[in-house]
């Protein structure tokens, strides 16, 4: 008997003490009202991301679980980097061979090159020496009736040679002692610059083969586990921003001269507890009370929406807790 007699004064006391808070919560708003802050009714928004790599591979490791609490630029997750090191490696690789031969091209001919070109110009010039005394000479016999026709033609066949050879010699000297065309030399340097941005993109990609949590916030869901080969894109992590919170509520159209942007405001959840903030967004068009919103008049109207931005440091607020927000209206003057 006396164990269901504390056990009914338990529960007793538990109840008095949820009407109590219940109570206290309800004439909050009231006080307020009287006072002449404006009370709106809302719900807490918290904004979620879902993160992923930028770049397919196997996952390496991941650094945290469901709950845990992050701070902006925490490593949350790594794949596998080999790949992406060889993709460095061959690219960095080509880039040096590019830049090796756009080097010799700027560089211009070698001087040993430049004494071949001429040692074929005195080749040439020899040649064309010799088949030039053998057309005379067979000229010369013609006249006299000691060479036929076909010989006379054939020698000056072989000099015309010899002087096309000669000439090419020549030009090809020139273009020895010139150097590469200016065209060749700014195409070496396109596939120089082609090269090196295809090493920048493997190291970036080696960067991206890194998850980093863009916000202070809390993991809501670990989506992939060590192992698992993703896509770019793919959710790994779903992050809930704890910092800024924002609070969604709605206000009347005749209140909407009380408030405007950057007006302070307090948060104030049913346990009682007060968060500063400030409204940071107010909606330029009107819509029908939501069902989720129930005004103190227990009425349906034409309402615009506002956000409140404020800070729960200690993770107090929750994803669509219901709670007052108390408004102290701007001073206006006439």
Same mark, same amino acid.
């Given at each position: ?106 560089? #211009?001919? =070698?001087? &040993? +090159? *430049?004494?071949?070109? %001429? /040692? ?6 020899? $040649?064309?020496?010799? @088949? ?46 010139? #150097?590469? =065309?200016? &065209? +060749? *030399?700014?195409?070496? %340097? /396109? ?6 941005? $295809?090493?920048?993109? @493997? ?132």
């Amino acid at each position: 008997m006396r164990s269901r007699q504390k056990v009914y004064i338990g529960i007793g006391l538990l109840v008095l003490l949820a009407a109590s808070a219940a109570t206290i919560w309800l004439m909050q708003p009231d006080r307020h009202e009287r006072e002449g802050h404006l009370v709106l009714n809302g719900n807490v928004d918290i904004r979620q991301v879902n993160l992923a790599f930028k770049v397919p591979g196997r996952i390496d490791r991941l650094a945290f679980d469901e709950g845990d609490r992050v701070e902006a630029g925490d490593l949350l997750a790594s794949l596998e980097p080999q790949d992406y090191k060889n993709e460095i490696a061959l690219a960095e690789a080509r880039a040096s061979q590019r830049s090796a031969a756009l080097a010799a091209l700027e560089s #211009g001919s =070698r001087p &040993e +090159e *430049i004494e071949w070109a %001429r /040692a074929r110009v005195a080749e040439a010039e020899s $040649a064309l020496s010799v @088949a030039q005394a053998t057309l005379d000479r067979v000229e010369h016999l013609a006249g006299k009736g000691f060479a036929s026709r076909q010989t006379r033609d054939e020698a000056r066949s072989q000099r015309d040679r010899a002087a096309a050879q000669r000439q090419a010699a020549l030009e090809e000297l020139s273009l020895v002692r010139e #150097g590469p =065309r200016r &065209e +060749e *030399i700014r195409q070496g %340097r /396109a596939a120089l610059g082609a090269e090196r941005a $295809a090493a920048a993109l @493997a190291r970036q990609r080696l960067v991206d083969a890194n998850l980093y949590a863009p916000a202070d916030g809390i993991i809501l869901t670990r989506a992939r586990e060590a192992g698992a080969i993703v896509g770019p894109g793919e959710t790994v992590f779903t992050l809930a921003h704890t910092s800024p919170m924002w609070i969604r509520a709605y206000i009347e159209e005749p209140d909407l001269e009380r408030v405007e942007i950057g007006t302070p405001a307090t948060v104030l959840t049913e346990a009682g507890r007060e968060f500063p903030g400030r409204i940071a967004y107010i909606s330029p068009t009107a819509e029908f009370t939501p069902k989720s919103v129930e005004t103190r008049e227990q009425r349906t109207s034409l309402v615009y929406r506002v956000r409140v931005r404020t800070e729960d440091q200690d993770g107090i607020l929750k994803q669509g807790m219901p709670v007052s927000v108390i408004v102290r209206p701007v001073a206006r003057g006439r």
